[in-house]
């Protein structure tokens, strides 16, 4: 009971600090949970083998509530566009299967290699980029719509992300509005978060040396606890981001991911 206790503390401390950062950048909040899941579960014991499948399970689970939320909001605000968004969720769907086939035969320094070098590529993208990258004047349809999102599915899947981070350029690049752009960010997080749990309680469930608390590779504990947390936390950071300067905003976050990604990858090779 005890060892419950301190994980409901750690883990609801850990919710109100991602759901506070991840309303303060506008992000869906997988690139930080999963560095605190990276640095709190060996304190905690967690077994190595299956550190990084617990934590990237857990964090797509985590996807779904938030995703559900905002979500609804772009949908209501009319700019979600369900006929696009049909094919796109096909290319997810397969994205994220074929990741959660692979992900029981990564290594724990496979997938910590993976997420390191994704949050460094997404922090030098969001400090460098200025709108540079054009793909072409209009989104892709069809089978090339499902291709582009299969790589958004996989990734997230491989990284315990919603795939928002990566969908919203991709889009854009594609000469998509904004607004339709980040609503099928988010509606993203609906197909990456749901079928990665699902498929990670599949998956991890006759694993060996998970936590007590767990359906496969999802730890509940976890999952119940930051959850609300999140959710409390999450509009307190909108209303202080909503204070900052936006390009002050983005520095701050594209800094502090490569500075976790750095920090990720010195320990896994120094």
Do not use: C
């Not at 905002?70 to 049909?86: E, N």
């Not at 993208?125 to 719509?145: C, D, Q, S, T, V």
Request: net charge positive.
């Amino acid at each position: 009971m005890d060892d419950l206790l301190l994980r409901v503390i750690i883990f609801a401390a850990a919710g109100l600090a991602s759901g506070f950062f991840a309303g303060l950048f506008g992000i869906g909040g997988g690139t930080i949970r999963m560095p605190i899941f990276i640095y709190v579960f060996p304190w905690l014991g967690m077994a190595h083998a299956v550190m990084m499948h617990v934590a990237t399970a857990t964090s797509m689970a985590l996807v779904i509530p938030s995703a559900i939320s905002s979500t609804r909001k772009h949908y209501a605000l009319g700019d979600l566009d369900l006929a696009v968004f049909k094919t796109w969720a096909i290319g997810l769907f397969i994205g994220v299967a074929i990741g959660l086939i692979l992900l029981p035969f990564g290594s724990t320094e496979i997938l910590q290699t993976l997420f390191a070098i994704y949050i460094l590529l997404v922090g030098l993208y969001i400090a460098l980029n200025h709108g540079r990258f054009f793909f072409g004047r209009e989104p892709p349809k069809g089978a090339k719509m499902v291709g582009v999102s299969s790589v958004v599915g996989f990734i997230a899947a491989m990284t315990g992300t919603a795939g928002g981070t990566v969908a919203t350029p991709i889009l854009t690049a594609f000469n998509m509005q904004l607004e339709r752009a980040m609503a099928i960010s988010a509606a993203t997080g609906l197909i990456t978060g749901t079928v990665g749990a699902i498929g990670s309680i599949i998956s991890g469930w006759n694993a060996k040396d998970l936590p007590s608390y767990s359906l496969g590779y999802v730890d509940v504990v976890i999952f119940l606890v930051m959850m609300p947390t999140v959710m409390i936390a999450a509009p307190i950071g909108v209303r202080v981001g909503h204070r900052m300067n936006e390009r002050t905003l983005q520095l701050t976050y594209a800094g502090l991911l490569i500075v976790i990604g750095v920090d990720l990858l010195r320990r896994l090779f120094v």
